[in-house]
């Protein structure tokens, strides 16, 4: 450590609150966090905002555009589909189903990758060398095949849609925790519990894991994003989420035989897409760039 | 005419409580074939203080300066391409950690040469004599192999040789060493203190020496500048001011070493209690005087440097009332 | 006679480094044939500079690295892995980087309080007292109680891995550089410590250090290790005032005091290590060596303090007798 760097980091770390200070000053962190904050109050709100049914047809309503067009009402800001059901409200709900699918998936994939990873980084070895096949293994899987294939087999649902992702979207998390594990079991501080006569057990909750959080939470908000943008990939090939549930990813599927004379039947459910997709990597980014130790004074 | 004055250097950089005052108006002057060490602990701006000679100083950091100037170059206005033109060529820097001050991805030869094409149009083939003559001088042994060598495949100590002979390849008028021997073993100290001593000579280079080492410092340097807190605290020539220091942190310093034959084995040493003060806000009166067993109102002041003998100066209100006492 | 806390018999440590998949893996012997006893209430302190295996000899000493030969002894009882619990109660660890010897995320009475929960000695209220008392004993102002070690200094983290060394008054502490990282006037500050709690304790300790004037202040013994080895083992008198083997007169010599009268020593050691796996370790740079040493492992040469690996040696002590 310079001196330069010893003083910087005395200053620096008299205040505990740097942290929160930091964060709200990184732009890209505020914006998402924003954008985040805002989907999820939406979603937490579904039945007291939305303005009608998201499952409610009405045939004799079909395909009203959106407010922003000629015929547009406020009766259905966002216009209907093709069964006349409100799309406001069904792109509500399915903000609902998109981070339910997306937090799901992530504490399954995560708690998988995250005790693979540990144990690879902290055992080395042979433990090392059998899990690192494993990850090899699983990253040689064509994630997308691999879940039509489960599709196939079990039939699509919700429920089989988390369960598909959670299997096998773990990759990430082991490697990352992996290479964060063998850095905190190389200091003295680890050696200084083994030395004191903890298990390994204790270590690697206690000493171990509180210090690759950081890593672990970026880790799992671009996970989150990945697993919402497979959801919508999949139901868009019928093979996630089922009709009538207003997933994103469907209601593009189902209006994509409109995609020239009512282009907003698509164009709204990406856009929210796209939103929260890019909500989540600002966030995940945002934490990166404040807890990374570069950025500590 | 000097090789390099140094008056009123200040590095302030802002942070978010308010501005960190990590060099405090600092002066000194080196002539040529010189060397001058700059001591100090942690904190103390030494390291600051030689980045701020080569502006190498992080992005955010304030510099300014009553006078900088190298052998007639006004430093403190030069634009970058100036300074660019003298870093490596005419002032070199080696730093503290050999392991990390190369790159792991070049030859030592690559490395070596480049260093001195930056600077003056040579052929390729003679730049590797220089290199190798280089390499020679600092006592590598086969030093032509080496050349294809990467640095992982050199030992701490040979790693540092190189950083010397990559700082020499231009022939510089002034080294800037920062800590060069702190992460070597022991041995190696002396042979490396050894070789920058002789090839200054040879070389008739100046030297600025950084350390924590008072050891070192002794036995290496012409001229001593001890910095506290981002201000020199005591200067001269070094065997005056280390045979009678005359500022309390200087002396509570040599106080805290155990010298073999001197200091009574078991005995406490004696310390110098409390820490550092805060660099942050402004910064009124004597920096050391929440440590200082001898501290008076008056050190709540201004404190202006004291002549201490020819060429000692002292930044101490109370060294003299001390020295009547003793 | 003082009893014999801590004992290593001819321990030997070596790693295996893969060469790859195709190529048999090569030994690297880090600690070879050591042999020491250290006394209660002494201080042991090993000398040697990188790549000497020190670190290594600490970590088998804790019982985190079991030894590829020979036996470890505490207090009589040979350890092995499966006592890595027992023998905490009685060996601690202080380690040389204070900045990552404690776990950042943890404030500092949880640190310090450690050993007691792992040992399951006392409940909370006992616990708080305890960590309380080793606090003012190392000299930390309460109000640390709940600090991180991010807003420490050096010195104080390093007293705190102290406070946790010794809350659960171990019999031997294993310094490994305790105070090689810290400020010169830190570093005065934790040796003064580190002496008054070994009065005050009744503590033992094995100190691993390669700055010889800290050694001269502290050590009642002194060990002297070079590539695996003990070259050199006197009392502290001893070894400082006629050290015997070429190495120790190296070290010594390199030691630089502050006196502005002296230049820089040349301790007339060459840099070269090849040549070292025949004959004597150390001749490849030894600036006294003869032809034996380049053939012959020297053997142990006893000396009325204790003894030197050096043909050298042998010799000379044939001349005086």
Known sequence: MTAAGITLEAAAARRRGGLLRRSLGHGGLVLGGAILAAIIAIALAA???????????????????????????????????KLGRDYLSRLIFGARISLLIGTLTVIISGTIGTVIGVCAGYFGGRVDAVLSYVVTTRLALPVVLVALASAALVGSSLEGVIIVLGLLLWDRFAVVTRSATQQIARTDYVAAARAIGCSTLRILGSEILPNILNALIVVATLEMAHAILLEAA?????LGVQPPLPSWGLMISEGKQYMFFSPWVIGVPAAALVALVLAINLVGDGLRDVTAPENRG | MALLEVDNLTVDIPLADGVLHAVNGVSFSLERGETLAIVGESGSGKSMTSLALMNLLPKRAERSAGRLVFDGIDLATAPETRMRGLRGNRMAMIFQEPMTSLNPSYSIGNQLTEALRCHRSVSAAEARDRAVQLLDKVGIPTAARRLNQYPHQLSGGLRQRVMIAMALMCGPDLIIADEPTTALDVTIQAQILHLLADLKTEFGMAMILISH???VVARVADKVAVMYAGRVVESGAARPLFRAPRHPYTRGLLNCIPVPGRTAPGAPLGAIPGQLPSLIGPQQGCAFRQRCAFAAAECAGDIPFAAAGPGHLVRCVRAEALEAAA | ???????????????????GVFRRAATLTAVADVSLTVKRGEVFALVGESGSGK???????????????????????????????????RVQPIFQDPYSSLNPRKPVAQLIALPLLVHGVGDRATRRAKVMEMLELVGLSPRHYDSYPGQLSGGQRQRVAIARALILRPEVVICDEPTSALDVSVQAQILNLLLELKRELGLTYFFISHNLAVVEHLADRVAVMYLGRFVEERTRVGLFASPRHPYTRALLQSVLTPDPDLGVPDTRIGATMIGGDVGCPFHPRCPDAIDICRTTPPAVRTLPDGWATCHLVEEEALQIS
């Not at chain 1, 045939?59 to 259905?76: C, D, F, N, V, Y």
């Not at chain 1, 999949?234 to 019928?238: E, I, P, Q, T």
């Open chain 1, 234 to 238: 999949l139901s868009f090939l019928g």
């Open chain 1, 47 to 81: 039945p007291l905002i939305a303005p009608h049914d998201p499952y409610n047809q009405d045939l004799a309503h079909r395909l009203i555009p959106p407010i922003w067009q000629a015929k547009g009402s406020w009766e259905h800001a966002l216009g209907t589909d």
């Open chain 3, 55 to 89: 670190t290594t000899l600490a970590k088998m000493l804790l019982g985190l690295l079991p030894p590829s030969s020979g036996e470890i002894l505490v207090g009589g009882t040979p350890i092995s892995a499966k006592d890595r619990v027992a023998v905490s109660r």
């Open chain 3, 1 to 19: 006679m003082s009893e014999t806390l801590l004992e290593l018999r001819h321990v030997t440590r070596t790693f295996d480094l893969s060469q």
């Open chain 2, 213 to 215: 080492d008072l050891g």
